[in-house]
């Protein structure tokens, strides 16, 4: 059986694909980020120059014009209204008698497959539009089902969860609204986290080291600002070193913050890097240490 | 009973992260071990013969179905549960019969990814 490879240009290999496999992905648009394809996994072409898929791709192309997508958007609509007032398990797809396990399962499925994130920036805005009422429809009837199947649990949209390690947090599942924004993995530093940048150089180290409680030492760094951010919101961090350049990426969360204007203490927020490597951390304390040195001088 | 040991392996830390988030949001009880592509997967299961892995598909350095097939010799006790967004039909089959015990998609819902890996370690 012939095998398949497929790359993109960041380096990430996927195979050995078989054929159907192969042809299922590029028909189904699933690889809007492959540029490369090979049949032994060391020499690739284009995947344009693909043969075996050349077809599928000249097909993907004809079918994303804005008049066949107005034309899907209008028979997701009839979907919709056509399962408007139907019982959850006829919209899910699934005997009257499903046990909740499959209930779920099939809504993760289907919600996965109107799922915003899979509809490329270019998408028509009324295709896009019936894929988010889909969307609404399916959630709605989750939670519905949630709250039938599971009495004790309360899936409200904007819920949070317990504090991790609580008694609660292990007895009770966290409360979801299945709406799409739960769903995650593709698109990253969207939804519920924010994403935060900062370059780092000699100006402003002092991030790491001047505030006297959140500092690199307590495993943390304080940003100084009039906005601070609310404690617990999760940040996705990226730090951008500028000499030598390196870019650290963290998961962490504001750990404190300071909102009072009595000049006691610069206003602003804490971020924890709990998330931080041994290794990482060297680095961000050499990177300290040299831009702190005097900077050498010639005279002698 | 020791606590059982998780692997995550995606070459997206971001989505290392949520994985993490939605394991220990749900409460379980695991030792949770990251890598950042299939290489580096493949040699932190082999030594560390986690109970579970989640991997990636779509990596540097050495697909996740290389890994798949890789881990029947490295660690055969491991479960491994892929989470990719190349979940079309044939894509999955092929990494069921490669002996992953699961698949979920992407994007996924945290409550998906606690179940799954409750199923894995139950397996």
Do not use: C
């Not at chain 1, 000249?58 to 066949?68: D, M, Q, V």
């Not at chain 1, 988010?132 to 039938?148: D, F, N, P």
């Not at chain 1, 906005?227 to 919101?233: A, E, F, R, S, V």
């Not at chain 1, 709990?274 to 680095?283: M, V």
């Amino acid at each position: 059986m012939s095998n398949y490879w497929i790359g993109d240009s960041l380096g990430r290999v996927l195979g050995p694909l078989t054929l159907q496999s192969l042809r299922e992905l590029v028909g189904s648009g699933r690889l809007k980020a492959v540029t490369r394809a090979s049949r032994d996994g060391s020499s690739w072409v284009p995947i344009e120059q693909l043969n075996e898929v050349r077809d599928l791709l000249a097909a993907a192309a004809s079918a994303a014009s804005p008049a066949a997508e107005q034309q899907q958007a209008e028979r997701l609509r009839q979907q919709v209204q056509a399962l408007r007032n139907a019982p959850a398990h006829q919209v899910f797809g699934v005997k009257s008698d499903a046990p909740l396990e499959e209930l779920r399962g099939a809504f993760f499925r289907l919600a996965r497959r109107y799922s915003p994130e899979h509809l490329s920036a270019h998408t028509h805005p009324e295709l896009r539009k019936a894929h988010a009422e889909i969307a609404e429809l399916l959630a709605r009837r989750m939670r519905e089902v949630e709250a039938q199947l599971t009495p004790r649990a309360t899936p409200v949209a904007g819920t949070g969860t317990p504090p991790k390690g609580s008694r609660a947090a292990q007895q009770q599942a966290p409360a979801y609204s299945y709406s799409v924004d739960e769903f995650v993995g593709l698109q990253m530093g969207r939804h519920e986290r924010l994403q935060v940048t900062i370059k780092v150089s000699a100006r402003n180290v002092g991030i790491f080291t001047d505030h006297r409680i959140i500092n690199l030492q307590a495993g943390g760094l304080f940003l100084p600002t009039d906005k601070p951010l609310k404690l617990g919101t999760k940040v996705d961090l990226v730090l951008d070193f500028e000499q030598p350049e390196r870019q650290l990426r963290l998961r962490s969360s504001v750990i404190w913050e300071y909102t009072l204007d009595d000049g006691k203490q610069p206003r602003g927020y804490g971020l924890g890097l709990a998330d931080l490597r041994p290794e990482e951390r060297a680095f961000v304390e050499e990177f300290l240490r040299t831009q702190r040195s005097p900077a050498p001088t010639t005279s002698g | 009973m020791s606590t059982p040991t998780l692997l995550l392996v995606d070459d997206d830390k971001f989505v290392r992260n949520l994985l993490k988030d939605a394991i220990q949001d749900s409460g379980l009880e695991v030792r949770l071990l990251e890598a950042s592509d299939g290489q580096e997967g493949l040699e932190v299961a082999t030594r560390e013969r986690p109970a579970v892995m989640l991997l990636d598909l779509f990596m540097p350095r050495r697909s996740g179905l290389e890994v798949l097939a890789a881990m029947k010799d490295s660690s055969p006790d491991t479960r491994v549960l892929i989470i990719s967004s190349m979940d079309a039909e044939p894509v999955v089959a092929q990494a069921m019969s490669a002996g992953a015990v699961g698949f979920v998609g992407k994007p996924f819902h945290p409550l998906e990814i606690a179940l799954a890996v409750r199923q894995a370690l139950a397996h």
